[in-house]
């Protein structure tokens, strides 16, 4: 760092989300809304909760870091029919770091073949479930970052080169923010060991990728001039948990004809399916009758009495039902 360099300290061109207001959104529906979807609300106000949470953590780590770097949080890229929310763009000097933050609860076992496992304890007994793999997610937004960029090169010699050498500067890093996990990686390869960082390893990460071979230094004015260049790019994110609850709430609240769910489902389970336990959650399955989302009961009599299903959560209004297996 120069004597006269303008920056010393991080500075943040993209600092909030909207992760506070959308709780606070979700909030307000709580009494208006029927009991199942209640506990829709309650879980995808935990989840924005858990999420926010790690993110503020991240941020801690940055601030206090003392490093010139130019940072971008929750940043959205559309690239054609593909999109990218990343949690933090770090621009630094010598890289660019895409962080995707996990706030993750349990212990986590990354196996051989790159898996993600964890284990939970409920009661008296520890479950283990496989998760989908942060590393995978954040290689997409990394390819978004890729095309995107790509495409701001003013020549093919420009663009192939960027292409070339996009791995070397441009680092994709999974950083699990809840103190209390455990992560075992010991089986992991180390493509994929090194891809994985506590927040409290987050600054030393940083130093330690940017003191590598290979590495140049670009100066601030051009590490300004990327960080800058991404804004411009950013989008406001379509998704929105309120739009969607509203719209159920208010069709709960009426006797007019079903209304459409205004996000648009990301599966919809065709009736009489049977599902994988395991590999879906309440927020995925789709109803296949009215569209609405499906909560997780069991049944309580019967010849079924006692397995678990996907229920409409509009039931008696609608009677969609998808089988656990």
Known sequence: MGIFDKYKEPVFLKESSNAAEEIE?????????????QK?????????????????????ELKNSHMPMFILHDLYLVHGEYTAQ????????????????????GDIEVNSAGDFIRTMKYGNRYVKEGIYSPITQNQRHMEVIKAVRGESKS????KTLFERYFEQNYRSVVVLANPQTVLNS????????????????????????NNER????????????????FLGKHQENPKNY?????????????????????????????????????????????CPRCGAHMVKRKATKGANAGNEFYGCSRYPKCRGIVNIK
């Not at 909760?49 to 993110?55: I, M, R, S, T, V």
């Not at 290979?214 to 260049?229: F, L, Q, S, V």
């Not at 004809?257 to 336990?277: D, F, G, L, R, S």
């Open 155 to 158: 020549n093919i010699v420009t």
């Open 25 to 37: 959104l979700l909030q307000s529906l709580l009494e208006k809304a029927p009991e199942d979807i």
């Open 214 to 229: 290979g590495a140049e230094d670009n100066g601030e004015k051009h590490m300004e001039e990327i960080a800058r260049w």
């Open 40 to 60: 829709q609300i309650q879980q995808d106000i935990r989840c924005l909760q858990a999420g926010k949470a790690g993110e503020d953590r991240i941020a801690f």
């Open 86 to 105: 990343i949690d933090y763009l770090i621009i630094t000097r010598k890289r660019c770091f895409v962080l995707e933050c996990k706030n993750l609860y």
């Open 242 to 286: 309120f739009a969607k609850y509203e719209s159920l709430v208010n069709v709960e609240q009426s006797d007019n004809k079903v209304e459409a769910v205004t996000e648009e489902p990301a599966e919809v389970i065709p009736e009489n399916t049977v599902v994988t336990k395991g590999t879906d959650s309440d927020n995925t399955i789709i």
């Open 186 to 209: 010991r089986y992991a390869k180390k493509e994929v060991k090194d891809k994985i960082i506590r927040a409290d390893q987050l600054i030393t990460y940083i130093k330690r990728v």
